[in-house]
Structures are given as structure tokens and as C-alpha cells.
């Protein structure tokens, strides 16, 4: 009979993935998320029966332990970049990990993999990366051959990152970046699944950093996006002070709302993380000790930014039709 591993958050943005390359792998795959309907979408990247998505909360120890029954291998998906309700950045990246790593522990689970970030850090300035940081403390205590994986700034044709700055570049006459001198080292969405699937294979514990083969500037990024989308726009580096009023303002306005109008811009806690650059540290591990070849992000972008362009899919064609000689 094949393996089974318990995804939790497998129907998220990397989740997705990871549950395609383990299905391809073979693994049977238990889906772990708070609303199983909406993660139908997965059952048919395995054949019947090989992908099950099923009810879970991170936040409860019985929950946990219920979807890991059986399982020999775990993997880590959850995190969250906004608070909603109970699922804050404390209950979910902290104790949820810690949880998620001790349950597998005492259930005899034979691997896991979790995935935290680049700049997880105990002493930051912002909450997301405290708390992602917490997580791993706690995974490294509960489950010590744990791998863990910190991606930087994660790319992909669901992303919200170049889908986001798209958007705004076909609508707006400008493009507001705040923090644009920060670095960034994009990593390929399916290159993160890749590395899961060789922490499920046996690579060694401990902490992997994973960034694409490119580093860039916030503000270069984008030049680079506008000239994929075949889009002129010119780069406004907001002012922090200017933006830190207007993440206050969004911030207070979801508060007292109780999240009914979220802030879908920018936090004060996101604009903490853009003030420090998103890059692999030098000598640490990563998609080198792990066998993989990670995709730069110029080779994946057309690939799904295209429907930004001016003239869309039609715009090769239109820019051929250009160099026709007329009769």
C-alpha cells in the first residue's frame, strides 16, 4: 500500500502544489483545511480515492491528532500574512506549528516538513516574522528531524505578488512601491513543492533557505514585470511615513469592522517585513543541498502575466503584424 501524508493547508498557494508532486510520487493524501468543499479542486490530481481533502483545526489538538491518524509523513503549509478572528499570527504560525510538530511526535509520524520563511526572526519588529520564528522553535523541539523550509517571496500563476502589481500596472497610470530599495530572491512556487518532495525523501534536518537564482531590488522587480506585461508606468516610491498613516487608517478600518472591510493593500505589519531585505543568507542550505535547479522568474512570468499585456494572448501576434510589408 503507498504512503500516506497529511497536508495541512494543502489547498492553499503552495499547498496545491506540494499535493500535485506527491500525488505524481505516488502518496495517498489527506488534505487538512477548515473548509474541505472548497478543496474538491485537488481530489483530481491523483486518481479516485488517492486525495481526500478533510476537515481541520490547527488550533485544535484533537483536530490534529484525528487527520494525522495513520499518516507517516506530515507536511506544513499554514501561515497567514492578515489575521482573521481566532486565526491569528500567534494561534496559527506559533502554537499551530508547535502543535502540528508535537502531535506527529507523539503519534510516531516518520517525517515532516514545515515551511516557514525567509526572515523569520524572534527578535523582528514585525509579528509575522516573530511568529514564524516562534513556529520553528517549537517544531525543532517537539520534532528534531524535522526540515524546514524558508522560501522568500513565493511566485506563481496564483500568487499575490506579480498578479497584485499586474493588476494595479493595467489600471493605474502609476505604480506605488513603498520600501523599493528592498531585496527580494523570488522562488518558483512548483521549486518549493519540489523541495518538499526531497524533504519527504530523506534530506537532512534542519533549516533550508530557498530563493530563485535571481536577487533583486523591489523596485527593479517591478521594472522588470512592467516590461513583461509590455506596460510604460512610471515607479512611485511612497513615502513610509505616507504609507504607515494609510496601513493605520486601513488597519483601524477592518478592526472595527471585524474584518468585514479587510485592509487589502497594506499592513503596518507587512510594511515592518518590507523594511528588511527578503534574501537567502549567505552560507546557509538550500536548493544546492537539496539536488534542485530552481526556474528564474523571467522564464515563468509570461507564462501567466500575459493576460496584462494591452493586446493579451493576441500580443505576439499583434507585435509580428507590425513588421508585415504592406503591399
Not at 491523483?46 to 491528532?65: A, K, T
Not at 516573530?130 to 496564483?158: D, N
Not at 534536518?205 to 531590488?217: N, S, T
Not at 537567502?280 to 534542485?292: D, S, W
Request: a positive charge; hydrophobic letters at 45%; one cysteine or more.
Amino acid at each position: 500500500m503507498s504512503k500516506l501524508v497529511t497536508i495541512f493547508g494543502g489547498s492553499g498557494f503552495v499547498g496545491r502544489y506540494v499535493a500535485r508532486r506527491l500525488a505524481k510520487e505516488g502518496w495517498r493524501i489527506r488534505i487538512a483545511v477548515r473548509r474541505p468543499n472548497e478543496a474538491l479542486f485537488l481530489k483530481p490530481y491523483g486518481s479516485v480515492g488517492q486525495v481526500e481533502p478533510v476537515f481541520c483545526n490547527i488550533r485544535d489538538d484533537e483536530s490534529v491528532r484525528r487527520v494525522m491518524a495513520e499518516a507517516d509523513a506530515v507536511v506544513n503549509c499554514v501561515g497567514i500574512l492578515s489575521p482573521r478572528g481566532a486565526n491569528t499570527h500567534q494561534a496559527v504560525q506559533a502554537e499551530g506549528a508547535g502543535r502540528v510538530a508535537r502531535i506527529a511526535a507523539e503519534m510516531g509520524v516518520a517525517r515532516l516538513v514545515h515551511i516557514s520563511a525567509i526572515g523569520a526572526d524572534a527578535n523582528a519588529g514585525s509579528l509575522y516574522a516573530r511568529t514564524k520564528a516562534e513556529g520553528e522553535a517549537a517544531v525543532e523541539a517537539a520534532f528534531p528531524g524535522a526540515v524546514i523550509l524558508r522560501p522568500s517571496i513565493i511566485f506563481g500563476p496564483e500568487d499575490d505578488f506579480f498578479n497584485r502589481f499586474a493588476a494595479m500596472a493595467r489600471n493605474w497610470p502609476i505604480l506605488p512601491v513603498v520600501h523599493g530599495a528592498t531585496r527580494f530572491q523570488p522562488v518558483y512556487v512548483d521549486d518549493v513543492a519540489r523541495a518538499v518532495v526531497a524533504g519527504l525523501r530523506g534530506a537532512a534536518p534542519g533549516i533550508y533557505e530557498l530563493g530563485g537564482p535571481d536577487a533583486g531590488r523591489f523596485h527593479a522587480l517591478m521594472e522588470q514585470m512592467l516590461t513583461i506585461i509590455m506596460r510604460k508606468r512610471r515607479i512611485w516610491d511612497v513615502p513610509v511615513g505616507l504609507m504607515q498613516v494609510t496601513a493605520g487608517l486601513l488597519d483601524g478600518v477592518e478592526r472595527l469592522t471585524g474584518g468585514l472591510i479587510p485592509n487589502a493593500a497594506v499592513s503596518r505589519d507587512q510594511l515592518k517585513m518590507l523594511a528588511h531585505d527578503n534574501v537567502v543568507m549567505p552560507g546557509a542550505r538550500g536548493f544546492a543541498e537539496l539536488g534542485i535547479t530552481p526556474l528564474a522568474f523571467e522564464a515563468v512570468l509570461p507564462e501567466y502575466l500575459w493576460r496584462f499585456r494591452p493586446a493579451g494572448q493576441y500580443a505576439a501576434i499583434k507585435g509580428s503584424a507590425k513588421n508585415l510589408r504592406k503591399v
